[in-house]
C-alpha cells in the first residue's frame, strides 16, 4: 500500500506558479506509479501527470506539457508538481494518487488518492 497527501494548493493570479507536493505512506517499490489528477467543478477527474517510482519519464496531458513539470525527491518519499504559466482553466481541486504498474491516464486504475487540495487562478 502507498497512501498519499497533497499539499500547495492556493490561489495565484493568471500566469502565476504554484508548487504541488504529495508524501507517500512509504517508499513506494519500483513498480508503484504516482500521478496527479485534477477534477474541476462539473467536469470528470482528469489525468495531469505521472511516472513511475524508479523511472524519471514523466507522461504529460497535452494541456499543461511545457507549463507543468512533475518530480520527485526519494529521499523524502515525495513528488511534486511545478506548476507555471497558469491559466483559468487551470483551475481545480489537484488529486494525487497511486498505482501499482506502469501510469495510465484513467482515473479508475488508481486505488489510492489523496484528499485533494484546491488550485484558484483568477484573470
Known amino acids: 500500500q502507498v497512501q498519499v497527501a497533497e499539499s500547495g494548493g492556493g490561489s495565484v493570479q493568471a500566469g502565476g506558479s504554484l508548487r504541488l507536493s504529495c508524501v507517500t505512506s512509504?517508499?513506494?517499490?519500483?513498480?508503484?506509479?504516482l500521478a496527479w489528477f485534477r477534477q474541476a467543478p462539473g467536469k470528470e477527474r482528469e489525468f495531469v501527470a505521472g511516472?513511475?517510482?524508479?523511472?524519471?519519464?514523466?507522461r504529460y496531458a497535452d494541456s499543461v506539457k511545457g507549463r507543468f513539470t512533475m518530480s520527485k525527491n526519494s529521499a523524502e518519499n515525495t513528488v511534486y508538481l511545478q506548476m507555471n504559466s497558469l491559466k483559468p482553466d487551470d483551475m481545480a481541486i489537484y488529486y494525487c494518487?497511486?498505482?501499482?504498474?506502469?501510469?495510465?491516464?484513467?482515473?479508475?486504475?488508481?486505488?489510492?488518492w489523496g484528499q485533494g487540495t484546491q488550485v484558484t487562478v483568477s484573470s
Open positions: 494518487s497511486s498505482r501499482v504498474g506502469a501510469p495510465t491516464t484513467s482515473a479508475s486504475d488508481y486505488r489510492y
Open positions: 512509504g517508499r513506494p517499490y519500483s513498480s508503484h506509479a
Open positions: 511516472m513511475r517510482w524508479n523511472d524519471r519519464n514523466v
